[in-house]
């Protein structure tokens, strides 16, 4: 399967402290630079075995640009028939702008729905506020009888997008439980922010608070009543390929379209460092190339007796976004690899 992230715009009700755009352009993405973007996403899913292509939508706020989005699922349904593609959505909402139409579009073409939503009122108004400086929680719960009819209508769960910063770290358990027991949520994904430097009592206490949700999630399992929490599904790589992490694909498997054109390997590093092409030209071969052979060079992690199973190594762009190299990785990473590695060691047996 190939994916395309497409930044349909740049435009959004919130401010949110964390922000991966940072400061917003108000852009929107042309039908011209769309389109082009997809083309070169269906060429390489023609060249898949699967012949399966993901989009996914983002934003800003993406759902903000709903007759643009409306107007491209028309124009990628036509040519995924031409084409023999099959193709699957997803979309990242904060959740605050749903009404009957959105509703209706989503469900018609099952388009997986990522909310962002960091935990209870506090934890959650800590960082996602409305331009106009108020908490968005509220919003969010006045549209949860949006996501019981999605979730109804589709068969399919929603998505909680829970982000892990240093001013929430410590509520990241009682977090995951409100996002499960109280909000009724299957799928949790929780997201360390790494914009910032981390110091290692912070990593420690995050640490802690991964075990804690581990154990919980186990209690749950045990109980018949699981959820997936998206920190598992790393956790059970090191179980894979006898432990150990190859190329992350950039380029090969996926794609990110900047609103401007710009292609990108994933939305980790969207600096120019992170840029391997655009709309126009087409993807740098040579430079994907180059980036996969640097990955395999001798760098920072060869004399690390723990890199063979090391999953952040392996993650370019955060990399380069931190250092600029592929070879210098983010330090804050790799101590708290070791962290999950040593969480893996211990409940491997019941994961």
């Known amino acids: 399967?190939?994916?395309i992230t497409l930044e349909v715009n740049q435009i959004c009700n919130?401010?949110?402290?964390?922000?991966?755009?940072?400061?917003?352009?108000?852009?929107?993405?042309?039908?011209?630079?769309?389109?082009?973007?997809?083309e070169i996403a269906f060429l390489n899913a023609e060249n898949h075995r699967d012949r399966r292509l993901w989009v996914d939508f983002v934003g800003g706020e993406a759902l903000l640009s709903l007759s643009f989005l409306k107007h491209l699922v028309d124009y990628i349904e036509g040519q995924a028939l031409k084409r023999n593609i099959l193709v699957t959505y997803s979309i990242t909402t904060n959740g605050t702008i749903l009404n009957d139409e959105i509703l209706a579009w989503l469900i018609k073409y099952r388009i997986h729905l990522k909310v962002s939503i960091d935990g209870d009122e506090e934890t959650h108004n800590k960082n996602r506020k409305r331009i106009d400086g108020v908490g968005s929680y509220s919003n969010i719960i006045e549209n949860c009888m949006y996501f019981k009819e999605y979730e109804k209508r589709t068969k399919q769960y929603i998505q909680a997008?829970?982000?892990?910063?240093?001013?929430?770290?410590?509520?990241?358990?009682?977090?995951?439980c409100h996002l499960v027991e109280n909000l009724n949520f299957s799928i949790v994904d929780s997201s360390i922010d790494v914009m910032n430097r981390w110091t290692t009592d912070q990593l420690d206490g995050l640490a802690d608070e991964w075990e804690k949700v581990l154990r919980y999630y186990l209690k749950r399992k045990k109980a018949g009543k699981a959820f997936l929490w998206g920190p598992i599904l790393d956790l059970k790589k090191y179980g894979e390929n006898n432990g150990e992490s190859g190329f992350c694909g950039v380029g090969l498997i996926q794609i990110y379209i900047k609103v401007d054109g710009r292609i990108f390997g994933c939305?980790?590093?969207?600096?120019?460092?992170g840029c391997i092409g655009d709309v126009e030209n087409g993807l740098s071969k040579e430079c994907i190339k180059r980036l996969r052979k640097i990955g395999k060079e001798g760098n920072m992690c060869s004399k690390c007796s723990f890199a063979v199973k090391c999953q952040s190594k392996n993650c370019i762009m955060n990399s380069l976004a931190y250092s600029g190299t592929v070879g210098e990785h983010n330090p804050d990473m790799c101590y708290f690899e070791r962290?999950?590695?040593?969480?893996?060691e211990i409940y491997a047996p019941q994961l």
Request: net charge positive; hydrophobic share 30%.
């Open 14 to 38: 919130l401010r949110c402290t964390y922000c991966y755009l940072g400061r917003k352009t108000n852009q929107k993405m042309s039908e011209q630079i769309a389109y082009k973007g997809l």
């Open 267 to 273: 939305a980790a590093n969207l600096e120019d460092s």
């Open 161 to 176: 997008a829970h982000v892990v910063t240093q001013n929430n770290y410590g509520e990241t358990f009682e977090s995951v």
């Open 1 to 3: 399967m190939y994916t």
């Open 339 to 344: 962290k999950k590695r040593n969480l893996w």
